[in-house]
């Protein structure tokens, strides 16, 4: 899997579902690809998500794939788990299948969702609980980068999901990034994942008059 004459530096950003890196820091990763090989690893393929249940865990891996490319990904990895499952029961399988990765890429840079998970989902949780986890483990990797939403954002999403956690005060985010340049690519890995067009209609109404900046929280060590 090693990276034949490999130069740039790497990012892994750790996802629970396909669309989350769209619909959270994908102008911070198409920013990133500029200097870094940036690749995904997504715990499921987001079966439960809208559209026709027979196949749609295929068709949210393609779109994910779709979005990837559109964004300047290497390469994403799916490790197998369910949409919807994961909890503490999955802990160590989970943590065991991305450590096994990142023993092979290396990456100097992780990313993932927020400790609240952004929106609330348990799935997003369980991968930013684990995926920190991991960070602690593994000595090659610098810094975990947490991508959060501020108040504002937060407060536009409040009746999207069921319990929409408080984004964080501007002053407690230790990174901001500007994602303007971006935000077309924003939009078009969004768009990507047709199956969840819906969705992705409703969140870029609300984000289109937010600045178009991305927030972090920020681990090193
Ligand atoms: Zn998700």
Redesign the pocket.
């Known amino acids: 899997m090693k990276v034949k004459g490999k130069s740039k530096k790497l990012l892994v950003a750790v996802?629970?579902?396909p669309?989350?890196e769209a619909?959270g820091p994908s102008g911070t990763l198409a920013k990133f690809t500029k200097t870094h090989d940036v690749y995904i690893l997504c715990a499921t393929k987001?079966e439960t998500g809208m559209g026709p249940k027979s196949n749609l865990g295929k068709i949210r891996a393609q779109e994910l794939k779709n979005s990837a490319k559109i964004l300047g990904i290497k390469d994403v990895y799916f490790l197998g788990f369910k949409d919807g499952t994961l909890s503490n029961n999955l802990y160590h399988k989970l943590a065991s299948k991305i450590e096994k990765i990142l023993k092979q890429l290396k990456p100097e840079i992780l990313m993932t969702q927020e400790p609240q998970?952004v929106?609330g989902?348990i799935?997003?949780i369980t991968v930013s609980m684990v995926t920190s986890f991991v960070f602690n483990k593994l000595p090659f990797v610098k810094t975990l980068m947490y991508y959060c939403i501020d108040e504002k954002a937060a407060a536009k999403m409040k009746n999207y999901f069921i319990y929409f956690p408080p984004g964080y005060k501007r002053s407690d985010v230790d990174k901001v990034i500007d994602t303007a340049k971006y935000w077309h690519l924003k939009k078009e890995a969004m768009m990507a994942h047709k199956s969840q067009a819906e969705d992705a209609k409703t969140v870029l109404s609300r984000m289109e008059d937010l600045p178009k900046e991305e927030y972090f929280l920020i681990n090193t060590k």
Do not use: E, L, R
Request: charged residues 25%; proline residues 0%.
């Open positions: 996802f629970a579902h669309d989350d619909f987001g998970g929106s989902h799935d997003h």
